[in-house]
């Protein structure tokens, strides 16, 4: 199966703020998301903010996923970190290696770099993909504050 990555564009909209809605509903991630918080985060991913970028996979042009990642600084490794926020592929093309695809294409352009997602406990697929890409668990406990 021949995937392509590439960068988000405008024409990519409707489709990846749909696999948004599907991913956000989901148990793989812990809030529900919105219309507004969606097409924020889409529109920053095709502009020029140097926070996130926005990614897709496609075959023959047919959107198969999409990815998001932040950019930050580990003051901890004292180096660049790369926050993998958003991986999501549509049912019928899980198993394809498409992640393990993606990763590698990340690995390969951010040289040098920490790489870290989250991941909830109970998606022990998704766990054991990236356990096998040599992602480990971390002992901190999380917190956040909006």
């Not at 489709?15 to 529900?32: G, R």
């Not at 924020?40 to 903010?49: H, L, R, V």
């Not at 990614?55 to 580990?74: D, W």
Request: hydrophobic residues 40%; negative net charge.
């Amino acid at each position: 199966m021949q995937i392509n990555i590439e960068k988000m564009r405008a024409e990519h909209k409707k489709e990846v703020i749909d696999m948004m809605a599907i991913f956000y509903a989901s148990e793989a991630v812990h809030t529900n998301g919105s219309a507004e918080i969606f097409e924020a985060d889409f529109e920053n991913c095709i502009g020029n903010s140097p926070y996130i970028d926005g990614f897709v996979f496609t075959q023959a042009e047919k959107v198969l996923g999409y990815a998001m990642i932040a950019h930050s600084f580990s003051t901890e490794y004292g180096k660049e970190c790369i926050w993998f926020e958003d991986l999501y592929l549509k049912p019928e093309f899980r198993g394809f290696g498409i992640i393990p695809k993606f990763f590698n294409f990340i690995e390969t352009e951010y040289k040098n770099t920490i790489f870290r997602l989250e991941v909830e406990k109970e998606n022990e697929h998704a766990v054991h993909v990236y356990k096998k890409h040599k992602f480990s668990d971390l002992p901190y406990h999380e917190m956040v504050k909006i």
